[in-house]
């Protein structure tokens, strides 16, 4: 016999909560597992020494990938950026949520 012990109730309360962490760390966890979805905004314009335009994008979840310069026609194709976790630095993907990567303790076994 098989049973189900997850109940209609008790999983909509873990897709609640599941939207609930992804707004609080701003993480699009709809895609892959394993991929972290970064979206930019230009905070800034300016001109080079040539005159043409560039535009300084910023990257959300915040402090994981630096602001970048780039030029006016890489900024429609930039708006959204996937990196794997892997990939990601490890202080970087311990400051988007604890729960992404948990360093394990090495424990010595003491002798009998």
Known sequence: ??????????MEQLQQQLNLMSEATQID???SNNTVTFHSSVIARRKDASGKAQFLLHWTPEDVIPDEWVFESQVPFLHIRSIPIGQLPLDSVVSLHP??????????????
């Open 1 to 10: 016999k098989t049973e189900d012990y997850f109940d209609t109730g008790s």
């Open 29 to 31: 966890l709809n895609g």
């Open 99 to 112: 729960s992404l990567y948990h360093q394990h303790r090495h424990r010595k076994h003491r002798r009998k």
